[in-house]
């Protein structure tokens, strides 16, 4: 396989999903670790994420004991996306351990000086710091490395929280946007009929969100992913101009979103690439799966 995949992003799961297990076989052959840690929200990205350690352990015929799984429910947590997440690891038949954040968040709070009745982005931020905490003090406690779950598409936007889920050991989908990440889950959930299978289908069809708050919706804050992901192959990738990659936008997506609607997200994704550079230009390690990839050596801008 080459190093990288070409353009455009779709229609190739299975590569994709290939590139990605022996990218983190290497990785970890390389350090010689045989234990992950990975929190399991019950979303598209997590859920990959352990797809992709459960077929690298599984093909190398480690001990699957080494994939430490832990769900960290918050203040938005829902019983689907909770149940999902126990579902898919008991399918693939590892344990799944429950640690309740509310309660460590309050006491954060509380010191802080913080009115949590008042939703804030520390009321959202301290969630997802909280998680990234105890994932790395439990890597450190098993001798084990912090899979990273964010894609490509959260870290063009820089959606996500700065040293919170932003952080990792190693990012096994920072190379995998958005919309492929649901295409390579659907076609592992094919491939492999069963339990798990059946939770991930229902993750798929699952609003993506990352529940920080009651009734949070992402796309509905920074736009449809499968717009972003298409300005970011056109922009990014293809290197083409600001004007270009919205002629392109309207074009592919006629009768889908408005002209307006296109032009409102687009918007959207110019301010963010650039004001949360700052995010992508200090990020773990990941895999390069397509010739387009957010790395010191790759694409970046400067942080301003």
Not at 245 to 252: D, E, N, R, V
């Amino acid at each position: 396989m080459n190093s990288y995949l070409a353009l455009p992003f779709s229609g190739q799961a299975s590569k994709v999903f290939a590139r990605q297990v022996k990218g983190l076989d290497t990785r970890l052959k390389k350090m010689n670790c045989r234990s992950v840690v990975i929190g399991l929200s019950g979303g598209l990205d997590s859920t990959l994420a352990l797809l992709v350690s459960y077929e690298t352990f599984k093909k190398n015929g480690w001990d699957l004991k080494g994939i430490h799984v832990y769900t960290m429910p918050g203040f938005g947590t829902t019983k689907r996306t909770k149940g999902n997440a126990e579902f898919l690891a008991e399918g693939l038949g590892l344990e799944i351990k429950t640690i309740d954040i509310t309660k460590a968040c309050k006491q954060h709070f509380k010191d802080i000086g913080y009115d949590p009745a008042v939703y804030h982005v520390v009321y959202e931020n301290a969630q997802a710091r909280e998680r990234t905490q105890i994932l790395f003090d439990i890597a450190n406690l098993v001798g084990g490395i912090v899979i990273g779950t964010g894609d490509m598409s959260e870290i063009a936007l820089g959606w996500c929280t700065f040293n919170g889920d932003h952080m990792a050991n190693f990012g096994v989908n920072s190379g995998v946007p958005k919309t492929v990440v649901r295409e390579v889950c659907a076609y592992w959930a094919k491939k492999n009929p069963g339990k798990a299978a059946d939770a991930i289908n229902d993750i798929i069809l699952t609003p993506i969100s990352p529940e920080l708050v009651p009734g949070q919706v992402t796309e509905d804050k920074i736009g449809p992913y499968e717009l972003h992901d298409h300005f970011m192959m056109e922009y990014c990738g293809f290197k083409k101009s600001h004007a270009a990659t919205l002629a392109s936008a309207k074009k592919a997506f006629k009768g889908k979103y408005d002209d307006k609607t296109i032009e409102k997200w687009y918007s959207i994704f110019k301010t963010r690439l650039v004001s949360q550079a700052f995010k992508r230009n200090c990020a773990p390690d990941g895999i390069k799966i397509f010739e387009l990839y957010f790395g010191p050596y790759d694409w970046h801008l400067p942080s301003v």
